[in-house]
């Protein structure tokens, strides 16, 4: 139990971060190149 | 892999300092037995030779088989390759690739040996390292790593070259590998405390061994087979950890629940918050996340990475996987750390010891070769970079650029081998002596904080050569006296990091000096939606 909610958590932690740089590089994303 | 944190939290200081006790304890209990902390080779010593023999063969199997068998492969497929391929891949790396070795570039011996030790101290909110890794990964795939690759450098001080012009390229080269070689020579270290704790071997035998497979890693194929390469160890590595975390619970005297009650009843609840108390946020989270992203954002050994990819919108795109994969890591060790606090007999090795000689004396045989080689992959991808990014900066912004040599890219590739060679030696060499080595890296990461911000100024605001130069040699001044003489004493700061102080001199003396002095356009100058402008910034810079 003591492992699966540290898991749960920290994925929860690291895939907000992700998620939320994400949503900021889409506003740019039209602007990247693509070679 | 960031070395230089203090943080004040619960009752003591949390230091790189603890990080260094920590290998050298174990270094010195390799070396002698009647030294220091005898867990890894006393728990080696418990097991049968023959099982020994046969984790270390296996261990050893694993790595020459995907290191070499990759490296010829991709030596048979690209017998013509061309200079530029040996660096970086014919900027050709895919999603997959780039994401997977940047999250391996930036996981090594922090965390793997360092956060085991942190979570003694901290409990679960060891996980900051894991944080601040995550946003220097986001940070690098949104901002840095998109710059250099659309710039199409090979390295960041070829970057700051078209914006400030050859003599802050090649002061920047000098920071950024003395910075990188640093890094190389711990990571040499922890390569040979892992053979150490397999066989029992002294770690000067076990740095060599590593060094060996290390150099093979990079040199086969360059940056293409530490892609590959990469993508075989991160499968082999989340594998061995997931089943870890899965089975390590029934390996345990009272399992999960024994560890969680421990720190219930021994009144260190606060142990299992991920975040941690605020005393830990303010004195370990936060600075913790300010020294990784701004030290590391503008290092070669990641940025190389990027160069390597199909397109920016592969670098951007890369952020998830990289980001994800670097940060479970830390999950795991953390985990193994906490729980070993919690039994007795580890406990009593002290937070250096007991993370090891739980995996070695608690799980199964099978699972400590997998964890085992697993370690070492991640200790060897980071040697991998660390290997190729100075040996890079020393041919083409020093020997190429300072002596005007016109070469082609398959002969610089042949000085960047030499190089990498050389550079692997003297790393394995000096990390016999790692203590002094270590403080050297510690004191390098924070020069690297000013070459951060004069790249953003020249990248976005203006390119003063003069700003520049101001920026970074005051800055430089400042962290040598912070670090060499009693300036913090005198100012009544001695305990403040020289990563603030570097990161607080570059803004002021970077704004003031921008705002005082003439320059060029931004390289990144945008204008009624159109992107330009290099050749303005070159004619007014000359």
């Given at each position: 139990?003591l492992?699966?909610?540290f ?8 895939c ?11 506003k740019?994303?039209?602007?990247m190149?693509?070679? | 892999?960031?070395m ?19 290998v050298?304890?174990?270094?010195r209990s390799?070396r ?7 867990s890894?080779?006393a ?5 049968e ?12 199997l ?5 290191v070499?068998?990759?490296?010829l492969?991709?030596r048979s497929?690209?017998?013509?390759a061309?200079g530029?391929?040996?660096?970086n891949?014919n ?12 999250a ?6 922090l ?12 409990g679960?909110?060891?996980m900051?390292?894991?944080v601040?890794?995550?946003i220097?990964?986001?940070l ?7 710059w ?8 960041v ?5 078209k914006?400030f012009?050859?003599?802050?390229r ?8 003395a ?16 053979f150490?704790?397999?066989t ?9 061994v590593?060094g ?10 360059g940056?293409e ?5 990469n ?12 089943v ?10 009272n ?10 009843s ?5 142990m299992l918050k991920?975040?941690?108390?605020p005393?830990?946020?303010?004195g370990?989270g936060i600075?913790?996340v ?9 290092s070669q ?8 990819a ?17 940060g479970?890591?830390?999950?795991f060790?953390v ?12 406990a ?11 995996i070695?004396?608690?799980l ?7 964890l085992?080689?697993?370690f ?6 980071t040697?991998?970079t660390?290997?190729?990014?100075p040996?890079?900066?020393?041919v083409?912004d020093?020997?190429?650029s ?5 070469e ?5 590739a042949?000085?960047i ?7 692997a030696v ?18 390098m ?7 951060f ?19 970074l040699?005051?800055t ?5 006296l912070w670090?060499f003489?009693?300036?913090?004493s ?8 020289n990563a ?7 803004l002021?003396l970077g704004?003031?000096s921008?705002?005082a002095l003439?320059g060029?356009?931004a390289?990144f ?7 330009v402008?290099?050749?303005a910034a070159?004619a007014?810079?000359?």
């Amino acid at each position: 139990m003591l492992f699966t909610t540290f898991l749960l958590k920290s994925l929860t932690m690291i895939c907000s971060i992700v998620g939320v740089s994400c949503l900021i590089g889409l506003k740019f994303y039209k602007n990247m190149s693509d070679e | 892999m960031n070395m230089h944190f203090t943080s004040l939290c619960g009752d003591g200081k949390i230091s790189i300092q603890q990080i260094v006790d920590f290998v050298i304890a174990i270094s010195r209990s390799v070396r002698d037995p009647g030294l220091g902390i005898q867990s890894v080779p006393a728990n080696v010593k418990e097991r049968e030779k023959e099982t020994v023999n046969m984790i270390l063969i296996i261990v050893l199997l694993y790595e020459f088989l995907t290191v070499g068998g990759i490296g010829l492969y991709l030596r048979s497929k690209r017998k013509n390759a061309s200079g530029a391929h040996f660096t970086n891949a014919n900027r050709s790396l895919s999603v997959p690739v780039i994401g997977v070795t940047l999250a391996l570039t930036f996981l090594g011996s922090l965390h793997v040996f360092g956060v085991m030790e942190l979570s003694w101290d901290l409990g679960m909110a060891a996980m900051w390292v894991s944080v601040a890794h995550v946003i220097l990964i986001c940070l690098i795939c949104l901002t840095t790593g998109r710059w250099v690759h659309r710039l199409k450098v090979d390295t960041v001080p070829e970057l700051l070259e078209k914006c400030f012009g050859p003599r802050i390229r090649i002061a920047s080269s000098c920071a950024n590998a003395a910075c990188v070689f640093g890094l190389l020579t711990l990571e040499a270290q922890c390569i040979g405390i892992v053979f150490s704790s397999l066989t029992g071997c002294t770690i000067a035998q076990g740095a060599v061994v590593g060094g060996i497979i290390g150099l093979l890693y990079v040199l086969l194929a360059g940056m293409e087979e530490i892609g590959l390469v990469n993508v075989v160890n991160t499968i082999v590595m989340f594998g061995g950890l997931i089943v870890t975390g899965l089975v390590m619970g029934g390996f345990l005297p009272n399992g999960w629940d024994g560890v969680e009650q421990f720190y219930v009843s021994s009144g260190q609840a606060d142990m299992l918050k991920i975040f941690g108390t605020p005393e830990v946020i303010i004195g370990f989270g936060i600075p913790t996340v300010i020294a990784t992203v701004f030290a590391q954002g503008i290092s070669q050994m990641g940025l190389q990475v990027t160069m390597s990819a199909k397109s920016e919108k592969v670098v951007f795109k890369s952020m998830i996987i990289a980001g994800i994969l670097n940060g479970c890591f830390t999950i795991f060790t953390v985990i193994i750390g906490l729980s070993a606090k919690s039994i007795p007999e580890l406990a009593a090795l002290g937070p250096k010891g007991a993370g090891p000689a739980l995996i070695v004396q608690y799980l199964p045989n099978w699972l400590v070769a997998w964890l085992c080689a697993s370690f070492l992959g991640a200790l060897l991808s980071t040697f991998a970079t660390n290997v190729m990014a100075p040996a890079t900066l020393f041919v083409k912004d020093i020997y190429v650029s300072v002596y005007k040599i016109d070469e082609p890219e398959e002969k610089q590739a042949r000085h960047i081998k030499v190089m990498i060679f050389i550079l692997a030696v003297i790393a394995v060499l000096v990390s016999f002596f790692l203590p002094n080595i270590v403080e050297g890296a510690n004191w390098m990461f924070s020069w690297l904080i000013p070459l951060f911000w004069i790249t953003i100024f020249g990248l976005f605001w203006k390119t003063s050569r003069k700003a520049a130069e101001i920026t970074l040699f005051g800055t430089w001044a400042v962290n040598f006296l912070w670090s060499f003489t009693p300036l913090p004493s005198l100012l009544g700061m001695e305990g403040v990091m020289n990563a603030y102080v570097t990161l607080s001199l570059s803004l002021i003396l970077g704004i003031v000096s921008n705002l005082a002095l003439p320059g060029g356009a931004a390289l990144f100058h945008e204008k009624q939606g159109k992107k330009v402008n290099v050749q303005a910034a070159k004619a007014a810079r000359n």
